[in-house]
């Protein structure tokens, strides 16, 4: 009994990098592509996200086993395997730093904005939350994350069950005769694949996920059982909270009279206020306490695992002597100064910016994740430690991954028109 004590200690305390992960994911993902997938087609795309969470399983745990049991980041992994991918992946990552801390920072600003009595300027409050952002990450780095997070997490769980269960309660607010639009046809392939994208996360998560268990791994010794418990419990929370929001947004948006915002701060706003008039008014905060921690967690993980991953890949190139708190800083402040640039002058293509960041993500996806798979499966560290169930579901997976992304490339490129 006591042994089962110490093993159940020994797991919460590892507790961290995996919430960290989670709480990166839910944001875009989640706040407004779940929700709007349900908002739109009701509980048609459930199964789907369902599927995508679980096929893309294994090449996000790759990224936590790797460190685990080689004791050195992914991207160490990646540079290892050879130029070409280092550089693609640091290419790649670069845009979705840059892109997605502008996005997710603007969405957090908007709601923000929304929930306020008094009007502020948006790119008023971006600064200022970039400042809260900084002054948390600056400060205490990866102790002060490590606590957000977890803090953030509870919170947000707690709040989007609760508004699930008021909504259930409340009955469906689609008309027993309503008909929606079907989700399978070509014209909706695009918002599939945005969908997909960043379901639960972009795949460079994975590489971020490895570093924030190395920076765990400086605190604490951490076995291979308690990382891969704090990693599935942080994934399989995420994919969890994923089938809430699209539940919100089949019971709440489904069936009604407006017309379904697109633009994901729009989007965001709108279903705070459908909220109030379905549940009622008492609701508005609920919703937009959910909103602002989907976001505001997100905001502040993204900076975090964004400048870390900038910060190793130019370790790794040998364009910095070491790793050192000084230069995650700096990394950490270009980082942000660049997404308030492109908020500032940018802000009107901040959309469409996002669609292609979510769409580049998912046509990247099946590069990355054969690369995660090969790197576990590989003989250049002597050790091959997958399971046949896992290796059997990578192979799945990448299957999946590579025929979506052909048919995206086909319908994109005209040949079904």
């Known amino acids: 009994m006591q042994a089962q004590q110490q093993g159940w200690r020994g797991r919460l305390q590892a507790l961290g990098p995996g919430i960290l992960m989670a709480t990166a994911a839910i944001g875009g993902s989640h706040l407004v592509a779940s929700t709007q997938a349900g908002a739109l087609f009701g509980w048609q795309l459930i199964w789907l996200i369902l599927l995508v969470n679980i096929l893309k399983y294994p090449f996000f745990r790759f990224g936590v086993q790797y460190t685990l049991e080689h ?5 160490r992994g990646y540079q290892r395997k050879g130029k070409a991918y280092f550089y693609s992946f640091i290419g790649l990552n670069i845009v979705a730093a840059v892109v997605n801390t502008a996005g997710v920072l603007l969405l957090t600003a908007s709601l923000l904005h929304y929930a306020l009595p008094w009007p502020v300027a948006v790119p008023l409050l971006c600064a200022l939350i970039l400042l809260v952002c900084l002054a948390i990450l600056l400060l205490g780095h990866y102790r002060a994350l490590d606590k957000v997070a977890k803090l953030i997490m509870l919170l947000l769980t707690v709040t989007t069950v609760a508004a699930a269960i008021i909504a259930a309660s409340n009955g469906a607010n689609a008309p027993v005769e309503f008909v929606g639009p079907s989700p399978w046809q070509l014209a909706m392939l695009g918002f599939l694949v945005a969908l997909m994208g960043w379901m639960p996360a972009p795949i460079e998560i994975s590489a971020i996920s490895s ?3 190395k920076a765990k791994l400086r605190q604490q010794a951490i076995s291979p059982q308690q990382g891969l418990f704090d990693f599935n419990l942080g994934y399989w929370l995420t994919a969890a909270l994923a089938l809430v929001f699209v539940s919100l947004g089949a019971l709440v948006q489904y069936g009604s009279e407006q017309n379904i915002a697109l633009a994901g701060a729009a989007f965001a706003q709108q279903l705070i206020g459908m909220y109030a008039s379905t549940i009622g008014d008492w609701a508005r905060p609920l919703v937009a306490l959910i909103a602002f921690l989907c ?8 900076l975090d695992g964004y400048a870390r991953t900038l910060n190793e890949s130019f370790i790794l190139l040998g364009w910095q002597r070491h790793d050192s708190r000084h230069s ?5 402040l270009v980082q942000a100064a660049s997404g308030m640039a492109l908020i500032l002058f940018f802000s009107a293509a ?5 669609t ?4 580049l993500a998912f ?9 995660n798979y090969s790197l576990m499966t590989g003989s250049d560290k002597g050790t091959n430690s997958l399971s046949w169930p896992l290796k059997i579901l990578s192979w799945a997976g990448l299957v999946y991954l590579v025929g979506f992304a052909v048919l995206f490339l086909a319908w994109f490129s005209g040949i079904f028109a």
């Open 363 to 371: 046509l990247t996806t099946p590069v990355f994740a054969w690369l």
């Open 295 to 302: 976001m505001f967690g997100t905001t502040i993980t993204v």
């Open 71 to 75: 004791k050195e980041s992914l991207l």
């Open 356 to 359: 292609f960041a979510m769409t």
């Open 211 to 213: 570093l924030w268990l």
């Open 350 to 354: 901040l959309g469409p910016l996002l």
């Open 328 to 332: 995650l800083n700096i990394w950490l």
